[in-house]
Nanobody, 115 residues
Framework: QVQLVESGGGLVQPGGSLRLSCAAS????????MGWYRQAPGKQRELVAA???????NYSDSVKGRFTISRDNAKNTVYLQMNSLKPEDTAVYYC?????????WGRGTQVTVSS
């Protein structure tokens, strides 16, 4: 069965950095897009960043200039480097992998930015 495993979340001070990783395994269809979403309590899940197999990248306006998404297609792994973290970045971060015809979601990793 498909498995997406996120890692790298945790507690960090404002202005600090974290690096999230998502490794996808047992995916039988070609991956078109890999991305990161986040959901804070009481808020709708939102796109943070996504990258296509061809290297096209899309960022949420709220993270542009602070976050960097990258992927290793050979390893089916996507990364999110998060710098200059703010308290409003606090959320559960979910990895998403898009194929045709299916989308897959990780179970999420908690990121908490607090003093």
């Amino acid at each position: 069965q498909v498995q997406l495993v996120e890692s790298g979340g945790g507690l960090v001070q404002p202005g600090g950095s974290l690096r999230l990783s998502c490794a996808a395994s047992r995916i039988i269809f070609s991956i078109k897009t890999m991305g990161w979403y986040r959901q804070a309590p009481g808020k709708q899940r939102e796109l943070v960043a996504a990258i296509t197999s061809g290297g096209t990248i899309n960022y949420s306006d709220s993270v542009k200039g602070r976050f960097t998404i990258s992927r290793d297609n050979a390893k089916n792994t996507v990364y999110l480097q998060m710098n200059s973290l703010k308290p409003e970045d606090t959320a559960v971060y979910y990895c998403r992998v898009s194929t045709t015809p299916y989308d897959y979601w990780g179970r999420g990793t908690q990121v908490t930015v607090s003093s």
